[in-house]
């Protein structure tokens, strides 16, 4: 069962809440951070994701970001995030890439 603000987020995101559940939740996440990312407005998804999931489903997202989108998180945060947004949501993904390193 979503939480209501997760719930607030899919359909504000325009995903389906009834087809989100039936996704793995990374791959629910990385559809969440895509359009956060593309939008450019919805940046606070991007910290709000990084800070409630745990470094393993954080691996995942990047990873089946990758796999979906055929970019990094990082191309394309670097291509559509601005201000002072990018400089905490690039801090957060360097930490993201040295997890995945160690």
Known sequence: MFKYTEYLLLTRLNLSPRLSQTM???ERDTRLVN???K???QS???V???CT????DLLGVRRAYHSLFDHSIEED???YIKGSERKVIKMMLIEIVFLEKS
Do not use: C
């Open 24 to 26: 793995h939740p990374w």
């Open 77 to 79: 945060t670097a291509d």
């Open 39 to 41: 939008d450019g407005s």
């Open 48 to 50: 709000e994701i990084a």
């Open 53 to 56: 999931r745990s470094s393993e």
């Open 35 to 37: 359009k956060a990312v």
């Open 44 to 46: 606070y998804l991007l």
